[in-house]
């Protein structure tokens, strides 16, 4: 029954991308929309080919993801780095959470694109600028995901630790960030996902290499082909960031949803 | 051996309502050797009575003492078994119970065993690396059992610990309960609103009563012993002293229930 219903989904998702797929290389094959706009799925599929051998701007598709997989990766560090301990001290200290919180919360709601120019003023036009608006856009859902995590903790379990003996260090390390670790690992699900996002713009400043640079510079160049196999790149490596922290929720906190 | 005492210990709490006395004027003492269970209905403060003698929470006046030396907070002299268990979901059975040995700093190896050692002794032995959230509910308390005794507390806080459990299981928890209490000789403070649990289980019963949560009366019982002795659970719980006691406990609760209200009316 259940084998069947999946079957069945599957199939469903199948056919909406085929029919997609069939949509768009009808309108291009029949010469219905200009390859300027519309280039077909053959030309795209091609044109990754020769992106992957020859490159595109001064650099070869392998050195355009580094260069932005590089930038995500480190503001993620730093992000995981600053952002779980600022997000469980906001939960563990009702103060601290009612100093940092208000600049969090005003921050947060701003689009990157709109401080992006300040940070330019600030900090110039080198990488610092690109992983620093990256490293914000993580920061925030990441600290407000932590600090709901700690304030969700059973207090019996604290409890517990409490009359085994641990002390405030051990309680804070062994006991409330476990318990809080499944939603620190949904909120850097939906971190990276923005942080991914924010990329883009953060290539438009001054870079020359980086998936958003190449598709940004492809268009200015009206070489549509080069956008779309861009944009598919930056879907499909979103889509392995997604599955990986998926594992990683399922390796590390399966508890949680096991009940 | 020690004595675990609460000396005329009251906790009221401040609510929008004014005062609310959840404890008043409570002495009990929890000598080593001894099972004393407080028995009484939702409300009547054993909770906060257990809160007080675990250290979680600090009595408005009075105090707890051990040994004579007072009790300033939580400690492994005085180990808690909590009702919805309070274990580590994302450890095993196993770290479950050598938590409070890591705690202090033992070895991995060495209190790997010490919690092979605890598990084996509330029947767990072949469930070592189960995940928490692979047992019954039944398990689970026999995991924070365990747990409780791997750090070798004085005393063992146990707050309804088999509240949740079915008839079945739970028959089965008090029996395991009576014969690792005889086997420790700790000192276990119990409480349950279970009438029957009680009388099973005391040596030395006080009943509760609410608004504010007292000690209304106090009981001798030897049921526990008579178990250990080899006597059938099934005959004692028959035994038409339990069953007159049973009756004299239940009618008891009623009386003082009625009389709060009145009181309150």
Not at chain 1, 43 to 71: I, K, P, W, Y
Request: aromatic share 6%.
């Amino acid at each position: 029954m259940s084998a069947d219903r999946g079957r069945s989904n599957a199939l469903a998702t199948l056919a909406s991308l085929g029919a997609i797929l069939a949509l768009w290389w009808g309108v291009t094959a029949s010469g219905l929309i200009a390859p300027l706009f519309l280039p077909g799925p053959s030309e795209v599929l091609l044109r990754l080919v020769d992106l992957a051998r020859h490159g595109f701007v001064g650099a070869s598709l392998l050195q355009h993801m580094a260069a932005s997989l590089a930038r995500v990766g480190l503001a993620m560090l730093f992000a995981v780095i600053t952002a779980i301990p600022v997000g469980m001290a906001m939960g563990l200290y009702p103060r601290i959470n009612a100093a940092i919180d208000p600049l969090i919360e005003f921050y947060r709601p701003v689009p990157p694109l709109a401080y992006l120019p300040l940070m330019v003023i600030w900090f110039g036009i080198g990488e610092l600028t690109k992983i620093l608006l990256i490293y914000l856009a993580i920061f925030a859902p990441l600290a407000i995901a932590t600090a709901s995590g700690v304030r969700r903790v059973d207090p019996g379990r604290i409890r517990a630790a409490q009359s085994l003996g641990a002390n405030r260090d051990q309680i804070a390390w062994l006991v409330i960030f476990p318990s809080a670790l499944p939603d620190i690992l949904t909120g850097l699900r939906i971190a990276l996902g923005v942080g991914w996002s924010t990329l883009v713009a953060a290539e438009l400043v001054a870079a020359t290499r980086g998936l958003g640079f190449m598709v940004q510079s492809a268009s200015q160049m009206l070489v549509t082909d080069v956008v779309l196999a861009g944009i598919f790149v930056i879907a499909l490596i979103a889509l392995a960031i997604e599955l990986v922290l998926r594992w990683v929720e399922r390796r590390f906190a399966g508890w949680a949803s096991a009940g | 051996m020690p004595v675990l005492s609460v000396e005329r210990v009251s906790v009221t709490y401040r609510s929008k309502r004014g005062a609310v006395a959840a404890l008043a004027d409570v002495s009990v003492d929890v000598p080593s050797g001894e099972i004393v269970v407080a028995l009484g209905a939702s409300g009547c403060g054993k909770s906060t009575l257990l809160n007080v003698m675990a250290g979680f929470l600090k009595p408005t006046t009075g105090a707890v003492t051990v040994g004579g030396l007072p009790v300033t907070g939580p400690g492994t002299d005085r180990a808690v078994v909590f009702q919805d268990d309070a274990l580590m979901p994302w450890l095993s059975a196993q770290d479950n119970v050598a938590f409070g040995l890591q705690m202090r700093g033992m070895g991995q190896a060495e209190r790997r065993d010490a919690a092979r050692e605890m598990l084996a002794q509330v029947g767990l032995e072949a469930f070592a690396g189960h995940a928490i959230h692979e047992m019954s509910g039944g398990m689970r308390q026999r995991v924070g059992l365990a747990r409780a005794l791997a750090v070798k507390p004085d005393f063992l806080l146990m707050d309804e610990p088999l509240g949740a459990l079915d008839e079945l299981t739970r028959e089965r928890m008090q029996m395991l309960v009576l014969n690792l209490w005889q086997r420790s000789g700790k000192g276990i403070f119990l409480i349950t609103h279970s009438i029957e649990e009680a009388l099973f289980l005391a040596t030395r019963l006080v009943l509760l009563s609410p608004r504010p949560g007292r000690i209304v009366q106090r009981y001798e019982t030897g049921f526990a012993r008579r178990f250990l002795a080899g006597e059938p659970v099934r005959a004692i719980k028959a035994d038409p002293a339990f069953v007159a006691m049973r009756e004299e406990l239940s009618n008891a609760i009623l009386a003082h229930e009625e009389e709060a209200l009145a009181h309150v009316g």
